[in-house]
């Protein structure tokens, strides 16, 4: 007889033993290692592309404003919370101090800023200077400071949990050491855990603006108690490396424009003087995108207006070739000398010019120079003219809007002996004469001829209302010259008696190089005689 069958119950295993030959279940059998290898390689391919396309987008933002954004945003979406801020604070003191916030508002910023930084991690990363300690600074006052690993934010509890690429604080509200300050702030404004990374380069490495390399700090808050997983801190302590070193280069380039364009204020005239029978406006505007061609912006073109003895005035535009700050301060010193030609020799422009001409073939070899130098006597408004390879005056009145011929004549520099005539021009009451720099037509793109037409028609279009004015008639030919407003410069005048700011920055995140015509400045001196 054979073994009875037992009967197949389902969900009851057979009690005969299944041999040792068996094979395993189809879902336990152990992957190959080179299928773990490849996952393992693919991962990383995926994070360093992705690490790749942020750090482009980030070196594409040519200001300050831009990158922080870019930093936020970037930041947010590797470590999966929705909104965060940075402290941008270098560590040398010279500023700039500021904080931008992402998905808040600058109420919640202003009620985060109320929170002491020692109740944070974040805040005690920037009391730490570069944030390197291990012990202190770094988590609650109770934690370790121990890293942990990529499992659940929610499980750290009490600790906060810190790694080399950044701070966590799991769960703010589950930690017996959270302040109550910051316990009340986090209520309010619905977060429950952090993630915080500095802003530090390697001064060794890295020409930065801190010494010691710290620039500040930048946090992400969850909505739920959360940390991100080990290999989102790694992404993001790489990234927070390539923007520290972004943000110093662009800080200490918006610190050498500061530099600059304080040098360049203080090296141009102070205030246009008060002669009777004439009324004298300025606007000197620099269009050289300072953002986007790292100091070509800083020509040397200049202007000056000068009373002179029996109630004269002395006018004069100019333009040194090269730009940056060698040539702001070539034409620093011209303008000087000119003044000083223009007191002893004021009524004889050839003269005036000849003397110029002189100074800067033995101080200036190098350089060339453009210049119109004007002996004006508001009395009988009478105006004696010398050029050098200069553009011509323009006179705007109720009759007549042309040009005043002057005689042609190379650059100062360019000869061994510079000489030319002398040209008078009689003003009648009301007219405006205008005297600008080739930046004016250059600036227009045109071709020399077609924007002397377009300057003379602009000039022409001055309304009647406008004439009474020379600041007026100034502002009306750059609004007419250039409709996009892309101005960024400074107005004078009688009517003010101060300085007064046109500026308009690049556009975030656009990169572009400098073009021809944003070469040098735009200068225009308006003369309006009564």
């Keep these: 007889m054979g073994a009875p069958n037992l009967p197949k119950v389902a969900g009851i295993d057979s009690a005969i033993t299944a041999s040792a030959h ?80 992402l998905g808040l508002s600058h109420a919640e910023l202003g009620h985060l800023e109320t ?23 770094c988590g609650s006052d109770s934690g370790s400071g121990a890293p942990t690993g990529s499992g659940s934010g929610a499980v750290a509890g009490s600790e906060s949990a810190r790694s080399a690429d950044g701070v966590a604080e799991p769960d703010l509200f589950a930690d017996p050491a ?11 404004l619905g977060y429950g855990a952090s993630y915080a990374v500095p802003l530090r380069t390697d001064s060794a490495t890295e020409a ?27 992404l993001i302590g790489l990234y927070a490396r390539h923007a520290a ?17 304080a040098l360049a204020e203080e090296l141009r005239p102070g205030r246009l003087p008060r002669i009777p029978g004439v009324r004298l406006a300025a606007r000197h505007a620099g269009f050289g995108a300072y953002g986007h061609d790292h100091g070509r912006g800083y020509g040397g073109d200049w202007y000056d207006a000068l009373p002179l003895p029996e109630g004269a005035l002395s006018l004069s535009v100019g333009s040194v070739s090269g730009s940056g700050p060698g040539a702001l301060a070539a034409a620093a010193r011209l303008r000087a000398a000119l003044r000083a030609y223009a007191v002893m020799e004021g009524e004889d422009p050839v003269a005036v010019l000849s003397d110029l001409e002189l100074l800067l073939r033995l101080t200036e070899p190098a350089r060339t120079a453009t210049a119109l130098f004007a002996y004006a006597e508001p009395g009988p408004r009478k105006i004696v003219f010398a050029g050098a390879g200069h553009a011509p005056p323009l006179v705007v009145g109720g009759r007549r809007t042309e040009y005043v011929e002057t005689t042609l004549s190379a650059p100062l520099g360019m000869l061994s002996c510079w000489q030319a005539p002398s040209v008078e021009l009689w003003a009648a ?14 600036r227009t793109g045109a071709p020399m001829d077609r924007a002397f037409a377009r300057l003379h028609a602009a000039a022409a279009s001055v309304p009647a209302s406008a ?56 200068v225009l001196l308006a003369a309006r005689f009564d």
Excluded: M
């Excluded at 279940?25 to 290692?33: L, T, W």
């Excluded at 929170?115 to 600074?137: E, T, W």
């Excluded at 070193?245 to 364009?261: M, S, Y």
């Excluded at 010259?481 to 046109?502: A, C, I, M, T």
């Design 22 to 101: 068996t094979a395993a279940p189809r879902d336990v059998i152990p992957a190959p290692p080179g299928a773990l290898i490849q996952d393992r390689l693919a991962g990383w391919v995926s994070d360093l592309t992705t690490l790749h396309e942020l750090v482009e987008r980030l070196s594409r933002t040519g200001s300050r404003e831009a990158a922080l954004d870019e930093l936020l945003r970037a930041g947010a979406a590797l470590v999966g919370a929705p909104r965060g801020l940075v402290v941008l604070e270098p560590a040398d003191g010279l500023g700039p101090v500021t904080t931008v916030g």
């Design 115 to 137: 929170v002491p930084r020692h109740a944070s991690a974040y805040g005690r990363l920037l009391l730490d200077g570069a944030g390197s300690d291990s012990g202190s600074g």
């Design 178 to 188: 959270t302040d109550p300050r910051r316990r009340e702030v986090a209520t309010r």
């Design 208 to 234: 930065t603006p801190a010494r010691s390399g710290q620039l500040g700090v930048a946090v992400w808050l969850y909505d739920e108690p959360a940390e991100p997983a080990e290999r989102r801190r790694h």
């Design 245 to 261: 070193a972004h943000l110093a280069r662009l800080l200490e380039l918006e610190r050498t424009r500061a530099r600059a364009t």
């Design 429 to 442: 009451s009301g007219e405006t004469l205008l005297l600008y720099t080739d930046g004016l037509l250059r």
């Design 467 to 522: 004439r009474n004015d020379p600041g007026d008639v100034a502002d009306h030919i750059l609004r007419t010259l250039f409709p996009e407003g892309r101005q960024e410069g400074r107005r004078e005048g009688r009517q003010e008696g101060r300085h007064k700011e046109l500026r308009e920055g690049p556009r975030e995140g656009r990169h572009e190089g400098p073009r021809e015509e944003d070469d040098g400045d735009v």
